[in-house]
C-alpha cells in the first residue's frame, strides 16, 4: 500500500513544522496505537538545499522512525560535481543518501558527492537509476525525468521487495544488505561519488537472507 504525506503546497513551499508533523503521521496515520498502520519505508525525494553544510532540524524524527523499525530514504541531491556537495537530512547521521547513475553505470555529473558535511561518513550510501527514467507525471500522465528524486525511489522500492522476501528484516539489515551488495563503482571501494555503487536487488536478496538467518541464530542462542 501507498501513502503520502504532502509536505510542499502548490507553489512549492513548504515548512519545517509541516515536516516534521508528517515524519510523526507516517508512525500512525491513524492516531491509533492498536493499530498497524505504520509506514515501513518513508521515502523522501526532497532536501533543505543546504549545499556542503549539517543540519540536524530532523535528526530526532529520523532516529524515532528507525528505533520503529521504519527505513529512510532520501535522495542525495542534484549539486555535484565537486566533493563536499551533501545536503541534509540525507547527510545526517540516521540519513541514508542515494546518487544517480545513467544506464551505463556512469554517475551524472550533477550528483551530490560526499564525504557527509555532518560526520565525515560515507555519502552517497548508495546509486541508482537516475537519468532519462520514464515515470508518472501530472497533467502529462509520462515523462522523462532525471535526478536523486528519481534514483530515491529506486532503493526505496527495492527494500519494499526486501522487506516483503523477509520480514524479520530489520532497518540495519535492509540498508547493510544494498550496501554489501552494490556493484562497485568508480574508484576500488566505497568512495564519495558512487558510496558503496550501483544497487542490485538479487544480490541483495541473497546477502539479507543470510544475515536474517545469522541474526535469528542469534536471538536463540541469546534466549
Known amino acids: 500500500q501507498w501513502i503520502a504525506a504532502k509536505i510542499f503546497d502548490d507553489a512549492g513551499q513548504s515548512t519545517l513544522s509541516a515536516i516534521h508533523q508528517s515524519f510523526q503521521w507516517m508512525l500512525d496515520p491513524d492516531d491509533d496505537p492498536e493499530t498497524d498502520d505504520g509506514a515501513d519505508i518513508v521515502n523522501n525525494s526532497w532536501s533543505l538545499q543546504n549545499i556542503g553544510e549539517c543540519s540536524l532540524e530532523f535528526e530526532d524524527d529520523l532516529r524515532q522512525l528507525r528505533l520503529a523499525d521504519v527505513a529512510v530514504v532520501f535522495s542525495a541531491g542534484n549539486y555535484g560535481s565537486n566533493t563536499d556537495t551533501s545536503v541534509s537530512p540525507a547527510n545526517n547521521p540516521s540519513g541514508f543518501g542515494v546518487g544517480f547513475v545513467n544506464d551505463s553505470d556512469t554517475i551524472h555529473i550533477s550528483s551530490s558527492r560526499g564525504p557527509s558535511v555532518c560526520d565525515g561518513s560515507m555519502y552517497p550510501e548508495v546509486v541508482a537509476p537516475g537519468v532519462n ?91
Open 133 to 223: 527514467v520514464r515515470t508518472a507525471d501530472l497533467g502529462a500522465y509520462y515523462a522523462w525525468a532525471s535526478g536523486a528524486s528519481i534514483a530515491a525511489p529506486h532503493v526505496s522500492g527495492a527494500i519494499a521487495l526486501l522487506r516483503s522476501a523477509h520480514p524479520l528484516a530489520t532497518v540495519g539489515m535492509l540498508e547493510k544488505a544494498l550496501e554489501a551488495s552494490a556493484v562497485d563503482l568508480g574508484a576500488i571501494g566505497p568512495d564519495s561519488t558512487y558510496g558503496h555503487g550501483r544497487i542490485d536487488l538479487v544480490v541483495a536478496e541473497e546477502v539479507l537472507g543470510h544475515l536474517v538467518a545469522k541474526g535469528a541464530v542469534a536471538a536463540a542462542t541469546y534466549t
